[in-house]
Structures are given as structure tokens and as C-alpha cells.
């Protein structure tokens, strides 16, 4: 693993973006792109999707919504095959944020909402629990730590977001010092401007988008999304399963990437007019007459 440059820290970093390898990200909007939607949009496909800074873009914390261009096309997508949104956020929170109820609904990271994974949830809870009371001891130190940082419990997993601090860089720094000293170990994923710590042994978003696929019955799968938590999806390499990357990452796994968040409305389009080409095609074969064959 050539050029991967890990902390020297007990917590565990995800650090998919930190793994240089040479792959390059080809734009969805290409030749390229448009047959590969073509070979993975059939019926049945399932169609997921991150949900802030993919399906919405980052208006702050509390004022993400999802935007009604966007909810009308997954509406009619869902109409047509099975839909799934994949977000870090907690379920209840991501539930208001809608109006728009999808197939599936999996929430902290897949830590919550993967049918049948809720056997660890307890666990999981408790060492939540234990990582925000010391983080929070830890904080109100306002002398050492910056009061931008602020804690989210999302009872799965806990969300410490630092974009309004006045020195990322320090501020991470410290952050992730202050990480080594949680226990239980945690996962530290990182996101924009947010650090997840996750209870170890928890599902991430590409085991969510495999079981969902089993569940569905779907053969295939596209999945847009734009973070580092996304990364655990793109990293599947699964020749069945489309990635596409919200804005250009040349560190990300991701096969195709979307110019900027606003063409998710484009994608959503492209999708639903491919799946209607590609459906009634079908349907035409099935109907035609099957072909003489050895000349009878
Ligand atoms: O998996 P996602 O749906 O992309 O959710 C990831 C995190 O989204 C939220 O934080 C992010 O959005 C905020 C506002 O739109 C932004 O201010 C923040 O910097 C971003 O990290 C959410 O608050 C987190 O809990 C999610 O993990």
C-alpha cells in the first residue's frame, strides 16, 4: 500500500482517501459514462444515494432539506425500481428532512436501518454514550479547545463537527488526539468538516448497499455520493454496482464523477430516461415473435 500515511494514534482511522492509488475518475457525462448507466440502469436496478452534499446541498447543519426538484424525480424514480438513501445522519433527524419516504432508509453510516443488523444496537448506544460524556468533559475546556466544536449524538454514532471553528488544521489536530483516549476504541471517519466515531463491529455504507441489494433482488446498483464516508462504497469495485462521485476527488475509488452537486437533478433524469429506453426495450423482445430457427 504505497504512499498510505496512517496517524500514530489508537483510534482507528478510516483513511480510504489517504490510499494513492492510480485510478482515474472519468466524467459521467462522457461516452464512457453513458454506457456504463446504459449496461447498469435495467429494470430492477437499485438506485442509491448520499444524502447531504449529494441529494441536497450544505446549507449548515440544521437547514438541510431536501430540495423539490430533487424529491419529484425520486418519487417517479421509485415509481419504476427500488430506491435507497444512505446517510451519516441519525435516522430520526433524516426523516424530517425529506417528505420523500425511499425503499430503504439507512442511516448512521448503515449503522441503523440495514434489515436484521439490529442485534448490536445496544452495544453500540453504550459506547456512543461513553465517547460524548468524555468529549464533552473534554471540551468545556474552552481555554484549549475551540467553542466551535460541537458535538452530534446520533445514538449509533456521534458526529463531532468543527466547521465553525477558526483553525481546522489545529483543530484536527487536536481532535484526533483527543480521539487516542476515548474508550472504547473508536473508529474515527472522517468527514467534511466532521469526524464520525463509530462503535467498531458496525456496518458502513457498502455493506448497506450489498444487503440492500440481496434484499431488493436487484442484479445491479448506482450509488452517488460525495464524502469520505462515501468511500466505503466506492471501494466495493463491484463491476455490477455504478459509483459516481459528486464533484471531481482524484483520491476517490469512485469510477465517474458529477461536475458539481447541481447535476444530481441531471442524473436523475438520465437515470429515469434510461430505465424507461432500457424497459421498454425489453418488453418489445419479449413481445416479438421468437425467430425461425435451422430455416422451418
Ligand atoms: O452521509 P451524509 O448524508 O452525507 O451525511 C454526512 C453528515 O452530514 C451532516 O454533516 C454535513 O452536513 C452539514 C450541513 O449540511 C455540514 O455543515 C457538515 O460540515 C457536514 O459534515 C450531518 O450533520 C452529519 O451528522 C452527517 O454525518
Known sequence: MAGVVLPKSSVILEASLYLKEDRIMIPLFSDQGRAQLNRIIRPGVLCAFDFDGTLCPFRGYENALLPDEVRQRLIRLQSMTPVAILTGRGMADIRTRMA??????????????????????????????????????????????????????????????????????????????????????????????????????????????????????????????????????????????????????????????????????????VIIETLMANTSALNVNADAPSQKRNGQ
Open 100 to 269: 420523500f419516504k425511499p425503499d430503504y432508509l439507512v442511516a448512521n453510516h448503515g449503522s441503523e436501518g440495514i434489515p436484521g443488523r439490529e442485534k448490536d444496537s445496544d452495544r453500540f448506544r453504550k459506547s456512543v454514550d461513553c465517547w460524548d460524556d468524555a468529549l464533552k468533559t473534554a471540551l468545556a475546556d474552552t481555554a484549549q479547545y475551540d467553542r466551535g466544536i460541537t458535538l452530534d449524538n446520533k445514538r449509533y454514532t456521534l458526529a463531532v463537527h468543527y466547521r465553525a471553528a477558526a483553525d481546522h488544521e489545529t483543530t484536527e489536530k487536536q481532535l484526533l488526539k483527543l480521539f487516542e483516549k476515548v474508550a472504547p476504541t473508536a473508529r474515527v471517519l472522517p468527514g467534511k468538516c466532521v469526524y464520525n466515531l463509530i462503535p467498531q463491529g458496525s456496518p458502513n455504507k457498502g455493506d448497506a448497499l450489498v444487503e440492500l441489494m440481496k434484499i431488493a433482488g436487484s442484479k445491479t446498483a448506482l450509488f452517488a455520493g460525495d464524502d469520505e464516508t462515501d468511500e466505503n462504497v466506492f471501494r466495493l469495485d463491484n463491476p455490477d454496482i455504478l459509483t459516481v462521485h459528486v464533484e471531481k476527488e482524484e483520491a476517490s475509488r469512485a469510477q465517474f464523477y458529477l461536475e458539481t452537486q447541481e447535476d444530481i437533478v441531471t442524473l436523475l433524469d
